[in-house]
């Protein structure tokens, strides 16, 4: 995933979600629907959230330093991380407490049709935006279910834009259905489940997200699988060289390191020129793989 397309999609969502909450917050305050409070509540969560993924994605392209060696790349997962514990706090916990609230203490939800009007234009809005990030997806991932690509993606910022659209269409829709339910049978309390709802489904999101990226973190393979095009690389430099023992882990967004050991039984070849045959290997595997950032080759014909 280019970083370009995940930024242009994260800046479209913050202007989407901002706009959203702002207008879910006057509606709130107008009708005192708990439900398009608890929206509000969550479209002003995903702006911070957005913020941080922009942050992240300014922190992951920091130079190496003595430090940091390999550099900052999983800064991006950090900072994803961090919007999995807001998402779940900020915006499923508050919403769960605003329904309790309102459950164990309902009141009469004023101009109802100030808020549907507002849900309805927060449907269109999140809807554009989703369509633009399902596009990203779809470049990602053209083969596999979405499902698929929740499980395996390794673009953390893509993904978190991914499910708290997701999650925003999802709160709307519930917002709409229980303020119409409250409305057609003249009892709040269906305003105040339909907050619950919200929350709960924030939750689930949340722990969903945290779980995929806390895998990034830890140290994850890439989507891509390397050993055969890497041995077909370096038949090219040593034909009767093999490569064993791959290891790849993504060490950021778009990033990722290679080690492994070339294997040989006999080389022929000077010391000088199997140092030249391995660079221009190396050199060949950069070109094929630009997301290869590091790599650690070693020779060895005793294994």
């Not at 999983?74 to 991380?81: L, N, Y």
């Not at 596999?144 to 925003?168: C, G």
């Not at 040989?264 to 070109?287: M, P, Y």
């Amino acid at each position: 995933m280019a970083g370009g397309g995940s930024k242009k999609v994260i800046i479209i969502s913050l202007c989407a979600n901002f706009g959203i909450a702002l207008a879910k917050l006057g509606g709130a305050l107008f009708t005192g629907s708990a439900s398009l409070m608890a929206e509000s509540v969550h479209s002003f969560s995903d702006c911070g959230n957005q913020l941080l993924l922009l942050y992240g994605q300014y922190r992951a392209k920091k130079p190496p330093t003595k430090k940091h060696p390999m550099g900052y790349g999983k800064e991006g997962f950090f900072w994803s991380f961090v919007v999995a514990l807001m998402l779940f706090s900020m915006g499923g916990l508050f919403s769960i407490y605003e329904g309790v609230h309102k459950i164990q203490h309902p009141e009469e939800i004023s101009h109802i049709y100030v808020g549907i009007i507002i849900l309805l234009l927060g449907l269109v809005l999140e809807g554009y935006s989703f369509y633009m990030c399902l596009k990203e997806v779809r470049a990602e991932n053209a083969h596999k279910s979405l499902w698929s690509w929740i499980r395996e993606t390794t673009s953390s910022d893509l993904l978190v834009i991914f499910l708290e659209d997701l999650a925003a269409l999802l709160g709307l829709l519930a917002a709409l259905t229980f303020l119409l339910i409250a409305w057609i049978t003249n009892n709040p309390l269906w305003d105040g489940i339909g907050s619950v709802v919200i929350g709960c489904l924030l939750v689930i999101v949340a722990i969903i997200l945290a779980r995929e990226v806390k895998s990034l973190l830890v140290g994850e393979a890439p989507i891509v699988k390397y050993q055969e095009k890497l041995q077909e690389i370096l038949r090219e430099f040593l034909p009767a060289a093999e490569i064993i023992r791959l290891v790849a882990v993504q060490q950021g967004i778009g990033e990722v390191m290679l080690a492994y050991k070339i294997k040989s039984e006999s080389l022929e070849l000077s010391v000088s020129e199997i140092i030249n045959k391995i660079n221009g290997f190396e050199e060949e595997v950069k070109l094929n793989f630009p997301e290869v950032k590091w790599q650690f080759a070693e020779l060895d014909n005793k294994i």
